[in-house]
Structure formats: C-alpha cells, structure tokens
C-alpha cells in the first residue's frame, strides 16, 4: 500500500531533507547531473525499518510528488508543507502557464476526479503543453470515474425500472388508446429529450409521427415483461446497459440529451420465445415521453461518413 503526496513547489530537495532527516530517513538514491544543481528528478529515500519514499521532481513546473510505501505516520507528515486540493484548484487557476501546468499534473497524479470540469476547460488551452497535460490527465480521470458512474448507473436504472413496470403492463392492456396519448410528447419536451442543434428537426419529425399515434397490439394479462433502461450518455458504446437496446442507438446518441434515460422494452405471450419489441421512453423529470425508434426518425440528422 502507498500514498502519493504533492509538495509545495519552494521545499527544495536539500529543505525536504533536512526536514524528513529529523524522522530518521536517509537518502539511498538520486539522479546524477540534475537540469537544476541541487534539485534532482528523482531520489530514493529509507529508514532503517526498510520503509521507503520515492521521490520526484518536474523542473518544468515544479511538481515535487512523494510516494511513500507504505504510508507516512503522522509524525512525518507534520514536518511536511504538502500542497492540498485548495492549492492545486488555485494552481488550476493561475493565468502563469507553468503554474497551470503543474496543477494538471498534480490533479492527475492525485486522480482528484472532482477536478474533471477544470481540465476539461484546459483541453483547449492555447499552451500546446497545458493543453495536451489536460487531456491526458481528463482521459485518465475518466477511466477512474468509469466503474463508479456505471455502478451509480446501474443502481438508478433499477429503480427507475420498477417504476416504469406497472405503466409498460397497463400499456399493453390499453383498450382505448388513452395510455399511449398519454405519452405523446409535450411541447417543451424536445427540449428536454434532444440535444439543442436537433430540437426543432425532431419536433417535426415526431409531431408528424403522432398525428397517427403508436399502436400497441393487446397483450394477455399473463404477458412477460422485459424492461431495459440506460442513460443516454451510455448508449454511444457497447456496454451492459447499451446492449439491450437496438444498435442503432450507437448512431444517434449524441443527438440525446445525455443525462436522460431511455428506456426499451419487450412484450411475450405465454409458451413464446419471442415477442413485441418497443424502446423509444424518455424519463423527462416528472413524466415519461414517448419517441419511438429515434435511430429511424432521425437518421436524417445524421452527418454523412
């Protein structure tokens, strides 16, 4: 086990000696011929007990990082001037290019996700250094990200499912048609389902699809029922939630609002393999809306290549 810890860049290498030589570590190991004389890129520290402290020096920016294997005790740690989150915000901040640059790195050195908003403004950055350190550090914090937000996914589209159950089962129970009208979409609903570019296209094409709404055939009341719900963000790749829904979903997701969940869902008789297939839900805050086979409807929107 280790803990990787971010100094503040004016502790020298000779101070970060004189202050940890206090606790008993020597230094078993450093780089020859520093860039800066006095400031190596990298060194080795020890105690006697066998623990250890790399460390490591950026002249460019003056990021010093500590790993230590394992953690330091508390006592160490007060000798130390570490750089906090407050201080790799600020430096994340900094109009100076070095300083941001050295906020970067610390941020993915750190995997301090909450920081993911700032380097991806930094992407953009008109240093090519700053700008190519942000979207290595970006890309990296988002495969630390990953499991959690998909976990987070999972857990939310479980019980969003069992909500949508009982409306899907009344659904294919419609005698009169009032279940499916009450889904059609509202007029502020695009603005909620799509992204801004595409509204006003898949307001025409849906407006055109309602004026002869979805039919849904009656099913038993013994019907099995599979729902699949998954944010839309989710349905650009292959994943456990994007797979049961059609594929071409992967083609117009960017046109949907990310954050919203869709759902699709199919509908089998007793003693049948098969059945009714339908997706095309959007949860939309307070209600749901219906539009079905996006990846149909708004093929058009589709850039050619």
């Known amino acids: 086990m280790s803990a990787v810890l971010v100094l503040d860049p004016g502790c020298g290498f000779a101070d970060l000696g004189r202050r940890l030589d206090a606790r008993g570590w020597r230094v078993v190991d450093t780089a020859e011929q520093p860039l800066l004389p006095g400031e190596p890129e990298h060194a ?17 920016c003056s990021l010093r990082v500590l790993d230590a294997r394992p953690p330091l005790d508390a006592d160490s740690l007060a000798l130390l001037p570490i750089a906090g989150n407050e201080s790799i915000t600020a430096w994340l901040s900094a109009s100076d290019e070095r300083t941001l640059l050295r906020g970067v790195l610390a941020a ?13 403004a930094l ?21 630390v ?60 094409a849906y407006e055109t699809l309602w004026s002869q709404p979805p039919r849904v055939p009656r099913m038993t ?8 719900l998954s944010p839309a963000g989710m349905l650009a790749d292959g994943n456990v939630l ?5 594929g071409g979903y992967r083609n117009i997701a960017q046109l949907l609002d990310p954050h919203r969940v869709w759902a699709a869902w199919k509908l089998i008789e007793p003693g049948h393999d098969a059945g009714m297939a339908y997706d095309g839900l959007v949860w939309l805050d307070d ?15 589709l850039q050619p290549g």
Request: charged share 20%; hydrophobic share 45%; with cysteine.
């Open 221 to 228: 009341r013994d019907c099995q029922l599979r729902c699949h």
């Open 123 to 143: 992407r953009s950055h008109a240093s090519k250094a700053v700008s190519q350190a942000a979207a290595a550090a970006d890309e990296q914090l988002a495969q």
């Open 108 to 120: 993915r050195v750190l995997s301090l996700t909450q920081l993911s908003p700032r380097l991806q």
């Open 287 to 301: 209600h749901w809306a219906w539009f079905p086979k996006p990846y149909r409807n708004l093929a058009h929107l």
């Open 145 to 204: 990200l990953a499991p959690a937000a998909q976990q987070l996914a999972l857990a939310s589209v479980d019980m969003i499912a069992e909500q949508l159950r009982p409306l899907l089962l009344a659904l294919a129970q419609d005698p009169d048609g009032s279940i499916v009208a009450s889904l059609r979409p509202k007029p502020e609903d695009y603005a909620r389902a799509f992204v801004p570019g595409v509204v006003d296209a898949a307001r025409e």
């Open 44 to 60: 080795t520290l020890e105690l006697a007990t066998g623990e250890r402290l790399t460390y490591t020096f950026n002249p460019v």
């Open 242 to 246: 994007s797979r049961h829904f059609p």
